[in-house]
């Protein structure tokens, strides 16, 4: 059973510039969220998608916004990119949203802001 | 806002020793906790899942505990080797989302 998928695994962008990230959930779950890793501060939740709908969101700008397609695939977002926003994105699913449900994460995608 | 700590930062032990890793979490409230391992660079990976009405979980060598009441987790690791060596991570799952402790690095020497 394939994993969880990000594309593409490493970017670097120039400052101003938009990017778009790319995750496939493990075949049948329904749930995506997105999560931000930094060294300063951690990992932090950006939003979680659950039948193209948007269930909860982070403390983010609106530079960064997602979305979920109908086979459960999810893209984010972010416009005029900034140096802080350099990162590991990582990407995760589950099966649905009820609590019972642990997360899968992928590999990420490290995307450098020059 | 649920806060969660990892205590220690860091913990360098010689092969063989059990590691034991700790996280605090301030709201009880949880759906969840799971304990995460990511090597440098890499994802996460799923380490055990426990349900907010467990009190245990096992994985051959691991063993994780929750105390709900009391906003505390324990993550056991038997006889360590040095393929053990990564970045713990405890996470707990509430309104949709999970929040992450800033992790434990572990260095086991061989």
């Known amino acids: 059973k394939a994993g969880v998928t990000q594309t593409p695994r490493y970017l670097i962008k120039t400052r101003g510039q938009q990017v778009t990230l790319s995750c496939s959930p493990i075949?049948?779950?329904?749930?995506v969220s997105w999560y931000q890793q930094t060294p300063g501060q951690g990992l932090q939740f950006l939003f979680e998608?659950?039948?193209?709908?948007?269930?909860n969101k982070g403390n983010f700008p609106g530079r960064f916004s997602g979305r979920q397609f109908s086979n459960s695939r999810s893209e984010m977002n972010v416009s005029t990119l900034e140096l802080g926003d350099s990162a590991l994105y990582l990407c995760?699913?589950?099966?649905?949203?009820?609590?019972?449900?642990?997360?899968?994460f992928g590999s990420g995608t490290r995307l450098t802001v020059v | 806002k649920q806060e969660v700590t990892q205590i220690p930062a860091a913990l360098s032990v010689p092969e063989g020793e059990n590691l034991v890793l700790n996280c605090s979490f301030t709201d009880s409230a949880i759906y969840n906790l799971q304990w995460f391992r990511q090597d440098p660079g890499k994802g996460l990976t799923s380490l055990l899942l426990i349900q907010s009405s467990q009190r245990e979980q096992t994985s051959g060598r691991l063993n994780a505990s929750l105390d709900k009441s009391s906003g505390r987790s324990t993550l056991y690791i038997a006889a360590s080797q040095p393929g053990d060596s990564a970045t713990y991570l405890c996470a707990v799952s509430g309104d949709y989302k999970l929040s992450f402790g800033a992790g434990t690095t572990v260095t086991v020497r061989a």
């Open positions: 998608y659950f039948s193209e709908t948007q269930r």
């Open positions: 995760a699913s589950r099966q649905g949203i009820d609590r019972d449900y642990g997360y899968t």
């Open positions: 075949s049948g779950h329904r749930s």
